[in-house]
Structure formats: C-alpha cells, structure tokens
C-alpha cells in the first residue's frame, strides 16, 4: 500500500496524538487508565516547566506514557549538560486501593527502560497508562543553575516531555543521625498527607523522619518532605504562614494535593527574601 504525501501526515499525526508522554508533580498520581486519582485531583494542576531543588536535595516528578493497547516503547531520561545531576528511573507498580488502582511501590529501571502497554493482558487487560518516577538529586557542590531535564519516548517516532531544573543556593544539611519511621499516609489517603506529617513534626518542634528504606511512592514523598524541613530548620524558618498552610487541606480540601507546593515554595522563597 502506498500513502500520499497528506495521507502520511495523516497517519503519522494520528500515531503522535495516540501516544502521549507528560511529568507531573510527585503528588498527582494516576491511575492505570489515565485519570487523576480522585483524592489528588487539583482544579488546576501545576504545570512542572522549571521546578527548583536545593543542592543535596532531591526532585521527584511523576512521567506519565499513555498509549493504546499493544504498544511497545523505550523510556529514556536525558539531561543538559549531562554531568551535573543524577536522573534515577522507577517504574510504579499499581495496588488496589479502595475502588481503584494506586501506584505504589517502586522498581528501579534502566535508561533506556522497556515498557508495553498492557503490562498484565490478565490482570489489567484495559490499561492505557503506565507512570515512572524520575528521582533527581543535585550534589551538594553543584553552583545555582538551570539544567534541562528530559523524558524522551521512542514509539517508532520520538516524543519528549522537557522541563528545566532549578539549582537553588540553600543546601539540604547532613540527614545522617535522624530518626529513621515509617511516617506515611495510607494508600488511598491524599498523596501529600504524607508530606503533611513532616511539616507538623517540623511545627512541633520534632526533627524531621527519614523513610527506612522501603522503596515506595511515599517513601520518597517522606523522604523529600523531611529535606524541605531541613531547609527550614536551617533557615530557622518558623513563620505563622507555615502553620496556616499545614491545615490548608482540612480548611480548603477542594485545594487538591498539591496544596503542598506552596509550603515547599515558601520555604525556597524565604531564603530570596
């Protein structure tokens, strides 16, 4: 069979709309047929273009391959200058959770990883979406810069979800000596209520918990929060606003999950201050 010119663009144009790939925030999780999960919906979901990270601090963003059934595809991540951070990839394993399906625990992949959509014909024999995690940590030595981080998608054509990362001057001081706990919400809880319990300890007074080790979602979550509150604690940051937006969620809970992006922004922006 042969394809005219416009009938070709045709077809190739309808194979890039098929497959899509996206970066979310760590806290918009999705579900195996491409919805937002209810309790993280936000009304008006951040748009992740030039996110900032303290050095020795870590940056988590949702990658989101959407696609119909039967495709294959290679998921790689790619950064310029590529010596100046380090890009791990996690492939996030659906558990149910309440009426839907809630990634959760985590495997690490290599770049470029192999993915098919379904993952499981039996298990998930519906499923159009398949989430990554990209888990970036600055080293402590790294100057304030802007690096260009990318999550490239090859389905016969190449697609890419860019985005630009923000070296800050503040420095995530030494975690080594805290407390390590489980400290997490449940699966099917708000995904930034995990991130809550950092910022009441941190308002109590406590020091922040370091995740164990267990290789989840909201480990990683912990994990990032308790850095933010040793940017705060370093900063000696104990602002009445602080107190205000850690009960934003029960006061406005229309606000979505990531009403903890603006805790995380006023920590950063205080430093600027």
């Avoid at 009304?43 to 988590?60: F, K, M, Q």
């Avoid at 380090?86 to 839907?100: L, N, T, W």
Wanted: glycine content about 4%.
């Amino acid at each position: 069979m042969r394809y005219s010119l416009p009938a070709l663009l045709v077809v190739v144009c309808s194979a890039a709309r098929a497959q899509e790939i996206n970066i979310y925030s760590e806290f918009e999780r999705f579900d195996p047929f491409g919805h937002i999960l209810a309790q993280d919906r936000d009304a008006r979901p951040r748009e992740v273009l030039s996110p900032a990270v303290p050095r020795n601090g870590h940056l988590t963003v949702q990658v989101v391959v959407t696609a119909p059934a039967g495709t294959n595809y290679f998921l790689y991540a790619g950064s310029s200058p590529s010596d100046i951070l380090q890009v791990k990839i996690y492939r996030e394993h659906f558990a149910p959770c309440g009426d839907d399906y809630c990634p959760d625990f985590l495997t690490k992949q290599g770049s470029p990883s192999f993915g098919a959509i379904p993952e499981s014909i039996y298990l998930l024999p519906d499923q159009t979406t398949r989430c990554y995690l990209f888990d970036i940590w600055v080293p402590p030595n790294v100057p304030p810069r802007r690096v260009r981080i990318e999550a490239l998608l090859k389905v016969g054509i190449w697609m890419v979800a860019p985005m630009e990362v923000r070296v800050i001057e503040p420095t995530v001081p030494d975690a080594r000596g805290l407390p390590l706990a489980e400290d997490i919400a449940p699966l099917a809880a708000m995904s930034s209520l995990t991130a809550q319990r950092q910022l009441l300890r941190y308002l109590s007074g406590l020091p922040p918990e370091m995740p164990r080790g267990t290789l989840r979602l909201r480990d990683l979550i912990q994990r990032n929060a308790a850095e933010d509150m040793l940017v705060a604690q370093s900063l000696r940051l104990h602002a009445p606003e602080l107190t205000w937006m850690a009960w934003s969620p029960f006061l406005f809970p229309e606000l979505g999950a990531e009403w903890y992006l603006r805790v995380r922004d006023f920590i950063y922006r205080y430093n600027q201050s």
